[in-house]
C-alpha cells in the first residue's frame, strides 16, 4: 500500500542559512522551532498527530502496484525444501517476524517461491510472504540460495543502493549496498590555516574498509559547501579578492579530484549554495557554481558531477527552483550529469505522485543521495511509528523508482549513529529515521525497501 503522504501546512526554514546550521542555532531556543525545520510536519505549534491504530490507507495513483501485471505473469508455488533453504529461512524468517510482531512458525510456513520471468529463458527465484509481498530469499544462479538483501534485489534492476562508509557499520554495509558514500574529514571546514595542505586519510580509509567488505564504487560527498560552517576562518576573513577566491576554489577543487582520480567516480561538486556566510556568491554571485563544474569537469572528464541539496523534491519545496534554474544552466553546458536530492523528509510530506513529477521535471537523471525519516514528532507507539515511517520509505523510493531514478542513497544504517541522533545537530533519541533501529535490528522500513526493489524487479 503506498499512502498519500500530507503535505505540511507551513514551515519555518529560515530561507538563507544551511539545514545543519539552522538545526545547531534553533537548538537552544526550543524544541517546536528547530523541530519545524526539519520538514518533519505541519506548522509551528502544531500538535502532534496521534496514529490511527491501522494507519493510514488512502491510495496513491503512481503507476505502481504491489502485485504488477507481467507476460508472462510470474508464478508462486510452495518452494522445493533443501537443507540450505530451510536454515536461511528460518534466519530470515526471524528477524522479519520480530520487525513485525509476527509468528515466525507462521512466516515459514506460508512462504512461497515467486518464478520472475527476465528473458524469454531466464528467471530469478523469490522466496516471500506472499502476505505481504516481502522477499525473503532469492537464488543464485546455481540454485542454492541467499538472504533478498538490497543490494541482491537491487542489482537485476540496474539500482544501486548507496549508504554511509563513516560510520564502520559493518556488517550492514557489506552485506546490503553495492554503493559507498564517502563524507570529509579534510574538508575547508577542518583546515583552518591553510590552502594547500590536506590529509586525506580519513577518506582513503573509507575507500579501503569499502573495497576489503565488496564495495568498489564511491561517490565523494560535499566537495564544496560554500557556506558559513562548512569553510575555514581563514577563507572566510581573509580579504580575498574575486580573483583569488576564484584561484583558490579551482586549485582546490583540482588538488582533491586529482588525488581520488581512479578511485572515486562520481562527486558532489556543489553542496546546498543558498545560504549565508557564502563568500564565493558575494564576491563572484552565482558564476562561481559554473565555475567549480567547469574545474570539476576539467579536473576529472570521465567523472559523474551531481549538484546536491535539501528541500527540493516537490513543487512547493524552499529550494526546488533555484535548483531547477542551475541545473537547467549547467546542463546547457554539459557540466553536470546528476541532481541530488537529499531527501532528508518526515513522515507527513509532499506526496509521492508530488516528488515523482519534481523529479522528472528537472530534466536530467537524479539521485536520492541522503534519504532518512525523522519521526521525532510522531506520536503513538513503536509499532504505528514504525509502520507510518515504512510506508513513507515505500512511497518515496516507489516513487523515485517510478521516476527513473536508479541512484538510492540513505544516509546511515543505525538509528543510534544518525546525524538526527547526534549532539553537534538538533538531535533527538526519538528521531528514529534509519532502517535499523538502535540495536541494529531491521525495522519495517528495511522490508518496505525491500519490497519496492522487488516491485522494480516485476516491472
Not at 48 to 73: C, D, I, K
Not at 288 to 314: M, Q
Not at 385 to 413: H, K, P
Request: glycine residues 8%.
Amino acid at each position: 500500500m503506498l499512502p498519500h503522504l500530507l503535505t505540511p501546512s507551513g514551515s519555518p526554514d529560515h530561507p538563507r542559512m544551511p539545514r545543519r546550521a539552522f538545526l545547531r542555532l534553533m537548538g537552544a531556543a526550543g524544541g517546536g522551532l528547530a523541530l519545524a525545520a526539519t520538514g518533519c510536519v505541519g506548522r509551528l505549534n502544531t500538535p502532534s498527530p496521534t496514529l490511527p491504530s491501522t494507519g493510514p490507507t488512502t491510495p496513491t495513483s503512481l503507476p505502481l502496484s504491489p502485485t504488477p501485471t507481467l507476460a508472462p505473469s510470474p508464478t508462486v508455488r510452495p518452494p522445493t525444501p533443501t537443507p540450505q533453504l530451510s536454515r536461511l529461512l528460518e534466519a530470515e524468517a526471524a528477524a522479519y517476524a520480530r520487525a513485525f510482531g509476527l509468528d515466525e512458525t507462521e512466516v515459514i510456513r506460508r512462504a512461497a517461491l515467486l518464478q520472475v520471468p527476465r528473458t524469454s529463458s531466464d528467471s530469478i527465484s523469490i522466496v516471500q510472504d506472499p502476505d505481504t509481498s516481502t522477499p525473503l530469499l532469492i537464488a543464485n544462479p546455481d540454485g542454492s540460495w541467499r538472504r533478498a538483501s538490497l543490494k541482491e534485489l537491487a542489482a537485476p534492476s540496474g539500482i544501486r543502493v548507496c549508504n554511509l562508509l563513516d560510520q564502520g557499520q559493518w556488517p550492514f554495509l557489506s552485506e546490503e549496498f553495492n554503493f559507498g558514500l564517502i563524507t570529509s574529514g579534510w574538508g575547508w571546514s577542518t583546515q583552518p590555516t591553510s590552502s594547500t595542505q590536506y590529509s586525506f586519510q580519513w577518506e582513503d580509509s573509507q575507500i579501503t574498509a569499502g573495497r576489503n567488505h565488496g564495495i568498489t564504487n564511491f561517490r565523494l560527498m560535499h566537495l564544496v559547501a560554500p557556506h558559513d560552517g562548512e569553510l575555514p576562518t581563514w577563507l572566510q576573513q581573509g580579504g580575498y579578492s574575486a580573483d583569488e577566491l576564484m584561484r583558490i576554489l579551482r586549485k582546490y577543487i583540482t588538488d582533491v579530484m586529482h588525488h581520488f582520480e581512479g578511485a572515486v567516480g562520481e562527486y558532489v561538486v556543489i553542496n546546498e549554495p543558498f545560504f549565508p556566510g557564502n563568500v564565493f556568491l558575494d564576491a563572484v554571485g552565482q558564476d562561481y557554481i559554473d565555475i567549480a563544474f567547469e574545474t570539476a569537469r576539467k579536473a576529472n572528464p570521465s567523472a559523474v558531477l551531481l549538484f546536491n541539496c535539501w528541500g527540493n523534491h516537490s513543487p512547493a519545496g524552499p529550494y526546488t527552483a533555484q535548483t531547477k534554474r542551475i541545473v537547467d544552466r549547467l546542463s546547457q553546458k554539459s557540466l553536470v550529469d546528476k541532481v541530488g536530492l537529499q531527501m532528508h523528509i518526515g513522515a507527513y510530506e509532499a506526496s509521492p505522485e508530488r516528488i515523482a513529477r519534481t523529479i522528472l521535471e528537472y530534466g536530467i537523471p537524479a539521485a536520492i543521495t541522503e534519504f532518512d525519516v525523522d519521526m521525532r514528532d510522531i506520536a503513538g507507539s513503536s509499532d504505528e511509528r514504525y509502520a507510518l515511517q515504512a510506508d513513507t520509505y515505500e512511497s518515496v523510493l516507489g516513487a523515485a523508482i517510478s521516476a527513473a531514478v536508479t541512484d538510492l542513497g540513505f544516509w546511515g544504517c543505525n538509528d543510534s549513529l544518525s546525524w538526527l541522533e547526534n549532539p553537534e545537530f538538533y538531535s533527538s533519541p526519538d528521531a528514529d529515521p534509519n532502517m535499523w533501529d538502535g540495536a541494529a535490528l531491521p525495522k519495517p522500513a528495511y522490508y518496505a525497501a525491500r519490497r519496492i526493489l522487488l516491485q522494480a524487479l516485476l516491472r
